[in-house]
């Protein structure tokens, strides 16, 4: 099963708008990271967050970690159609060889 | 940032034939590299990891005897997937991880593979 799961699956916004994705996760992380998606192409790293911090800023990005809660947050504020493309969390744990385990994802459409 | 390339990036065969998949990274040297696999409109699944210079390791349910993985050098990883069939037809994305890096993985562009 997927170690993280993310909701919503989809997501339609209009331009200028804030994007928010959840990602949840079962068992101890050493970080977890957000990935961008564009159709068809391959990953574009956004973000890492490690398991000792709570809130990380990059750009429009703002991403939250709750350990307590195993649970991570991607916001994405004043939305360009450009944002577009699937969003996927993915955590690294101790107990999986610290091997990448990626989220279900979240496709966002951000209309003009 | 680090690039990683792929070839090629799509690729259309007959059912039966075998496809070999390269993956490199260009301004690095990647002492592991990985494969995912990743149908439409899902996420991508890890399907073996591969150490420059040892056997890969796979993942449980994925057939190394089908998906062979070859990482004979720091920048070249080859997945040759042998004896496709339609049902092997997906999207593979490798990623490479420099040496002493492994919380950093560059992803390669990846490769639609459609066996008909």
């Known amino acids: 099963s997927q170690q993280g799961e993310e909701d919503p699956q989809a997501l339609s916004i209009q331009e200028g708008e804030n994007a928010t994705m959840n990602c949840s996760y079962k068992t101890s992380i050493n970080n977890l990271q957000w990935y961008r998606q564009n159709s068809g192409r391959g990953l574009v790293h956004l973000i890492l967050i490690r398991s000792n911090e709570r809130e990380k800023h990059s750009g429009r990005l703002r991403v939250t970690l709750d350990t307590s809660k195993k649970s991570s947050s991607l916001l994405i504020t004043a939305s360009r159609a450009a944002d577009t493309a699937s969003y996927f969390c993915a955590t690294r744990r101790p107990a999986a060889g610290n091997k990448l385990t990626f989220g279900g994802g979240t496709r966002v459409l951000v209309k003009p | 940032g680090a690039v990683v390339s792929q070839h090629p990036s799509r690729v259309i065969c007959k059912s039966g034939t075998s496809v070999k998949i390269e993956c490199r990274s260009l301004d690095f040297q990647a002492t592991t590299m990985f494969w995912y696999r990743q149908f439409p409109k899902q996420s991508l699944m890890l399907m073996a990891t591969?150490?420059?210079?040892?056997?890969?390791?796979?993942e449980q349910g994925v057939e190394k005897d089908k998906f062979l993985i070859n990482h004979a050098s720091l920048t070249l990883s080859t997945l040759t997937v042998t004896s496709a069939h339609p049902e092997d037809s997906s999207f593979y994305i490798c990623?490479?991880?420099?040496?002493?890096?492994?919380?950093?993985?560059?992803f390669g562009p990846g490769t639609r593979l459609l066996v008909l």
């Open positions: 591969s150490n420059e210079g040892s056997k890969a390791t796979y």
């Open positions: 990623s490479a991880s420099p040496a002493g890096g492994l919380e950093t993985q560059y």
